[in-house]
């Protein structure tokens, strides 16, 4: 059965070498590219000593408040008007933590005026998202 030479054989081993070559290139790419991905609300956030780490379940949604004072529900800009209407349908789903990230610029009557929107929606759990301070800053 041999066409060339005598004694030759096929081999019936896969060479896996370029897929492994096309593997890590692949997983490369996408170490570089998921960071640029997921694009966050920049916030100045207040900064305070004791302070807790988030959860890492989804079970929870987040209220950003940018420097300019305009609201987002999880990345996802929203109106003041409409803020409560949302978080009523979120806390009829069950889900019912909310957590306020707001940026230390913003006034104290903003910050407010959201608090008392998301107690009008029927959120049972709330929480404000806060850093710790850098060591040695006061």
């Known amino acids: 059965m041999s066409a060339g030479g005598r004694g030759r054989r096929y081999s019936s081993d896969i060479n896996v070498t370029p897929f492994v070559d096309v593997m890590l290139v ?4 996408f170490m570089v590219t998921a960071p640029m991905m997921t694009e966050g609300l920049d916030v100045d956030l207040p900064r305070t000593k004791t302070v807790e780490a988030l959860p890492a379940d989804d079970d929870h949604l987040v209220v950003g408040v940018d420097p300019k004072g305009a ?17 009523r349908n979120w806390a009829a789903l069950g889900q019912k933590a909310v957590f306020l ?16 929107r998301i ?10 998202v806060a850093e710790r301070p850098e060591e040695g800053a006061r």
């Open 26 to 29: 692949l997983l490369i790419i």
């Open 101 to 116: 990230r707001a940026d230390r610029g913003v006034s104290y009557g903003r910050i407010v005026d959201i608090m008392g």
């Open 119 to 128: 107690r009008e929606a029927g959120i049972d759990h709330f929480g404000v």
């Open 71 to 87: 609201i987002f529900l999880d990345e996802q800009s929203v109106s003041l008007e409409d803020l409560t209407d949302r978080l």
